[in-house]
């Protein structure tokens, strides 16, 4: 075992003072490449070895400064990934998982997964089928559960019909699987035209570009047709907003991005009164406190859909860490797929 | 009995096109004097010669189109009053109420309270003890059935501290006795420093002036001391805005007024996601429907605040209805009181 590893480090500490769009507009700003001892895990924690890292919409958050937990300046950053458990605490768990290959979530160690190697509690790392690939692993926690979680509202609200935004997403691909597999039927919105076959082939009932001139009219004549209750959103903005006051009586905007920097507008906070519209948020980390008993299941399913191939992680790139730096902005600017880094 | 009577009429029908301000700042565009046939009571209802009717705010709501319930044209407006029973469906109870003074929400049966005559439900009249004024009797129900029902929403979330805007409301007034009784603190905004003592006395626990220049500061250091949770706000625009943004985690904004037409902005959306911070409306009609059980024993508790003085309606102005268009849109726009209609 080395002393020392390579890692992506957090410049900033604690939370940003000010609010920034959950887009990565450059590295520099938020992280440097760096050596750090190779950390000790814990008695109840293991060391991972890291295959790769995943790059989510969270970790740009984190990074900002603008995510539900504050930064440690100097610690690498990184919230998931996959890799071979090479070292553990005392504790029997820990010590069994040696050598098997494993998603995991670094959640509370602030050990990131942007490194050679990483901390995670051995609770929150699950071993692998060797049927589930290295991209599928590394992806399998922060999305699936999310996805889980949230199409649980989408269900538990009863209509048929909902909508998200970023319909392009690995996320939203992930729900509208889930969606299509009980007759569900999600409205989403992309910005280019060349996303609308392959979102619709998936299972999304209607898709929407945004961009195109007549995007309103279609908006209102689908939303009057659907009667969508749920609207999923990981944009804000006017978009957003437009999106919301549309929708008829009842309808929960539930905020999970920021994507748009643009202010974000109750057009007509009337409908609050009169129609009974709500506006919350939905936080995986939030969630899997307060839904406990949901989490174990909903691991397991995530690894059977990704093994059996009813989900599937659209890669982007895998960039290495010595020239992540220079390619991960460009990267994740790209549409459809997910970034991941090799350490 | 006459066949036909004064009435201030309903110009606009249906809704509003395009959302305004819950502000009257003029009757022309609204309202006309004229001469209605005097209706005849269905089965269930009852005809009442009005004495006093109130105008409340979401009376002004209502006549711009922008309430939850469409106008009729040519139909004279008005929620709520005071007056004598004189005539009565066959049904049993209608028949009972002849001749008794009651305060009576017009409701359903679409004809207002400002006419000389105006119907009503029998089930939605209350009959009233001598030792309720005309001025409380005429705003017993939509007011007071309000500051319950909200009072309720602020109980059930068990912070003793909570936030109001418009504190020199009427309905404000009413909910500061409401929470002095049990010991929780209202922190209330107003837009003059002389209603500042009065709302003090009457058991706010702090008053803000909103033009103050050090109202963002202040708001910060009242909102750290006391952790308010709920946020009744009958304003929206960049008051309450600033407000919600400064509201500690699970903070509730609950909107049930428009008075001011500036966009609402929500500052933050990240506070929806982890912060888990809520917006939703509050509207009375919705708040019948889902707690019918309440009602009752809401009313008869609303009449015993009044008859025993713990609850007093502030009089801003009695204007007889020939000086109606005249004279409503200055008397609204006073503080600290409420205007009546006298037919």
């Given amino acids: 075992m080395p002393s020392e590893m390579k890692a992506l480090l957090l410049i900033g500490d604690g939370y940003a003072r000010t609010p920034t769009a959950s887009v990565l507009e450059a590295m520099e700003p938020y992280l440097r490449p760096g050596r750090i001892a190779v950390p000790t895990p814990g008695p109840t924690q293991v060391l991972i070895k890291v295959g790769l890292a995943s790059i989510n919409p969270s970790d740009v958050m984190f990074v900002k400064?603008?995510?539900?937990?504050?930064r440690v300046k100097g610690q690498p950053a990184g919230f998931e990934?996959?890799?071979?458990?090479?070292?553990?605490?005392?504790?029997?768990?820990?010590?069994?998982l040696i050598g098997k290959r494993v998603a995991f979530a670094t959640g509370v160690s602030n050990w990131g997964s942007w490194a050679e190697y990483a901390l995670a509690e051995a609770a929150a790392c699950i071993p692998l089928l060797d049927t589930v690939r290295d991209e599928d692993g590394a992806a399998m926690i922060v999305n699936p559960l999310t996805a889980l979680a949230m199409f649980d509202i989408v269900r538990e609200e009863g209509e048929k019909a909902f909508i998200m935004t970023a319909g392009a997403s690995q996320l939203s691909k992930l729900i509208i699987g889930l969606a299509r597999e009980v007759g569900f039927r999600p409205i989403v919105t992309v910005r280019r035209n060349d996303q609308i076959a392959s979102l619709k082939e998936l299972?999304?009932?209607?898709?929407?570009?945004?961009?195109?001139?007549?995007?309103k009219a279609v908006?209102?004549?689908v939303i009057k047709a659907e009667q969508p209750r749920i609207f999923l959103d990981a944009v804000t903005g006017p978009l957003a907003s437009t999106i919301f006051d549309a929708m008829p009586r009842r309808a929960r905007w539930v905020i999970y991005g920021r994507l748009d920097p643009e202010p974000t507008i109750i057009l007509e906070p009337g409908q609050m009164i009169f129609q009974h519209?709500?506006?919350?948020?939905?936080?995986?980390s939030e969630w899997m406190r307060q839904f406990r008993d949901r989490r174990g299941p909903a691991i397991l399913e995530?690894?059977?859909r990704f093994s059996d191939g009813r989900w599937s992680t659209d890669v982007t790139a895998i960039v290495p860490i010595a020239e992540a730096m220079a390619r991960i902005p460009a990267e994740l600017a790209k549409p459809n797929g997910k970034v991941?880094?090799?350490p």
Wanted: aromatic share 12%.
């Fill in 219 to 221: 908006l209102r004549e």
């Fill in 302 to 304: 995530a690894q059977q």
């Fill in 65 to 70: 400064g603008q995510y539900g937990q504050p």
């Fill in 203 to 215: 299972g999304a009932a209607h898709v929407l570009n945004e961009k195109a001139s007549d995007f």
């Fill in 81 to 96: 990934g996959v890799g071979t458990v090479v070292a553990s605490g005392d504790e029997a768990y820990p010590k069994s």
């Fill in 277 to 284: 519209k709500h506006i919350e948020g939905f936080w995986l």
């Fill in 340 to 342: 991941f880094l090799r």
